[in-house]
């Protein structure tokens, strides 16, 4: 996500973009929750957090959750968990890559053909715990997430899935997580689908695409992604019926 935030900061409209969300999230009227899993110290998150009354974030990586407790340890409406999220609570083995801080750990193994594109290797492999996202949920009483925010490495989908309750349910605003194009599935070759087809069958009957991109992402604006990215931000909001 770091070098994505590089990338996109250094296009002046998209730094605008991120300028102006960073101003109304921190001035303008604050939304209930925000739920964000798979963070980066210096992502998204910095620029979304002030803009909600509380605000759950989810890191599997031990080394950047350190960073992330250390960074928004004053921070009263932020709670932070260093825990994979899987569709079972319990423990689980998880992959360290060599890239941007581990920026590409993954419950999963590298796609070799994506990898052969790139320098990127899993160089550790640790365990950790994990838990199911709708049964801490249900336990935390929360009952409506504003915005749902996912880029977690292959498991987007699987993980939007043990949420089927609270989608069924519209209880959840929006969604934007990281999903992978169709001719590719994953870039992960363990893992499950991650395909924007699987996402909205999982979704459309509720929820409706709204945009498409990289990184914050404006409403009603599809992006065109290159044809050697495999990878991009996808973002659903409720159907008005």
């Given at each position: 996500m770091k070098e994505k935030l590089?990338?996109?900061?250094?296009?002046?409209?998209?730094?605008?973009?991120?300028?102006?969300t960073a101003?109304?999230?921190?001035?303008?009227?604050?939304?209930?929750?925000?739920v964000f899993v798979g963070m980066d110290p210096g992502g998204e998150f910095n620029i979304l957090y002030p803009g909600y009354k509380i605000c759950y974030g989810f890191e599997a990586n031990p080394d950047r959750f350190q960073k992330l407790s250390?960074?928004?340890?004053?921070?009263?409406?932020?709670?932070?968990?260093?825990?994979?999220?899987?569709?079972?609570?319990?423990?689980?083995?998880f992959n360290i890559s060599s890239n941007n801080d581990g920026a590409s750990s993954s419950i999963g193994t590298f796609n070799e053909e994506w990898q052969n594109n790139t320098n990127?290797?899993?160089?550790?492999?640790?365990?950790?715990?994990?838990?199911?996202?709708?049964?801490?949920?249900e336990k935390e009483k929360?009952?409506?997430v504003d915005d749902y925010i996912s880029d977690i490495q292959g498991m987007d989908l699987e993980v939007l899935k043990s949420l089927r309750p609270m989608i069924e349910k519209k209880q959840i605003g929006n969604?934007?997580?990281?999903?992978?194009?169709?001719?590719?599935?994953?870039i992960y070759s363990?893992?499950?689908?991650?395909?924007?087809?699987?996402?909205?069958?999982?979704?459309?009957?509720n929820y409706k695409m709204i945009s498409r991109g990289h990184g914050l992402l404006v409403d009603n604006k599809f992006e065109k992604i290159s044809d050697d990215v495999w990878e991009m931000d996808c973002k659903w909001t409720l159907k008005q019926h």
């Open positions: 590089k990338k996109i900061l250094n296009n002046p409209s998209k730094a605008l973009l991120y300028l102006s101003f109304k999230k921190r001035f303008g009227p604050k939304k209930g929750v925000l250390k960074k928004f340890a004053q921070k009263k409406n932020i709670r932070l968990f260093n825990c994979a999220i899987a569709n079972y609570d319990g423990e689980i083995e990127v290797q899993m160089v550790k492999k640790i365990k950790i715990p994990c838990i199911n996202l709708n049964n801490f949920l929360i009952t409506y969604i934007k997580c990281e999903v992978t194009k169709d001719i590719y599935k994953n363990d893992l499950p689908d991650n395909s924007e087809t699987g996402f909205n069958k999982l979704l459309n009957d």
